[in-house]
């Protein structure tokens, strides 16, 4: 009778750890959040073809480089055509070894042939401590910028009262994700970063004086890495596991009478993970020249996002966006090449 009993017994304690009677895994603390707001302005000039960057340190200084002394790489065979009749465009890498921190920024620029004056600049930065390598993206603050004489505040937009636009453009800048437990051993823990880019599209409602998008919705969000940043962000490095893709992005804001906006209403989705918490800043600025039916031609913004998932992964999109209108886009001549300006 004693071993029947014993037999059972270790039956049932066999029974009891094929149902998952063992410990289950401890909860996974819920991660604070904190993004940090990305002015997009940065004073730039753009004279004689010699483009000049005004950076922040995090401590509000400034330092100034430009594409003659700071120059570490210039292309112009890698970018897509100008999206406007009649316009060029260029891209650089500039890097300064300063005693106060290395400084590594990416920059591409737009402008009208026949009027050099009407540029667009945008690009991103890391700004580095002293003595920190620069594959320490971790250590680095990121900064975004976007400027040119079409969105100077102290020459605002003349607002339609009524009508309605739209804006498809191009937006990228840096991503990190931080591995959860769902990642495994060789993951968990870990950091990846990768350069970013996709479609935005952008609805903005001039009688209501809102604006709402969505980054990733039109088309899915894809690494790209060796195309700005490539000292850190090497075409051959591996793309994350964790890739960019599949993560839609959705913005509203309310933007006052000179054009420009500013809010936290960020929402972050994916159809494979779960997101928990989303977080965020997203601001842009109209600009001051209208399109052929007297819409703002281009909306531009940055965006710092950072999300939460169940099993503790984290990640941040931190970018700038820029978007014109359809009418923008078409040429205002088709039979002499004249641009939309």
């Not at 339609?160 to 959860?180: E, F, H, I, K, R």
Request: a negative charge.
């Amino acid at each position: 009778m004693k071993l029947l009993t014993l037999i059972v017994l270790f039956i049932l304690s066999l029974t009891a750890g094929c149902t998952g009677g063992g410990s289950p895994p401890p909860p996974v603390p819920t991660p604070t959040l904190t993004p940090v707001p990305q002015p997009f302005r940065a004073q730039t000039t753009f004279v004689d073809n010699v483009l000049s960057v005004d950076v922040r340190y995090h401590d509000g200084r400034i330092r100034t480089l430009d594409t003659v002394r700071h120059l570490d790489g210039s292309w112009g065979r890698f970018l897509p055509r100008p999206l406007q009749p009649g316009h060029s465009s260029r891209e650089w890498i500039l890097a300064e070894n300063h005693y106060d921190g290395r400084i590594l920024l990416y920059v591409v620029v737009d402008w009208d042939d026949a009027d050099p004056s009407d540029y667009l600049a945008a690009g991103w930065w890391l700004v580095y401590p002293p003595g920190e390598p620069v594959w320490e993206v971790e250590s680095a603050t990121r900064g975004v910028f976007i400027d040119g004489p079409e969105l100077d505040p102290a020459r605002p937009p003349d607002l339609p009262l009524t009508s309605t636009a739209t804006y498809v453009g191009g937006a990228g800048g840096v991503y990190t994700y931080n591995y959860g437990r769902d990642w495994g051993e060789e993951l968990a823990g870990s950091t990846d970063h990768t350069e970013f880019a996709g479609i935005i599209a952008l609805t903005a409602d001039f009688e209501s004086k809102r604006i709402t998008g969505c980054l990733g919705c039109l088309e899915p969000i894809e690494p790209d890495p060796g195309r700005h940043l490539y000292p850190i962000f090497s075409w051959r490095t591996p793309d994350p596991a964790a890739s960019p893709a599949g993560y839609e992005m959705r913005f509203s804001a309310s933007f006052d009478a000179k054009g420009a906006f500013e809010d936290t209403a960020i929402t972050v989705t994916h159809p494979e993970r779960e997101i928990t918490q989303a977080a965020g800043t997203w601001r842009g600025q109209f600009s001051n020249v209208p399109d052929a039916d007297g819409n703002p031609r281009r909306v531009v913004g940055s965006t710092d996002v950072h999300f939460a998932e169940e099993d503790g992964s984290t990640g941040r999109f931190t970018g700038i966006f820029d978007a014109l209108t359809p009418a923008t886009l078409k040429p205002a001549d088709d039979s002499n090449g004249g641009n939309a300006n």
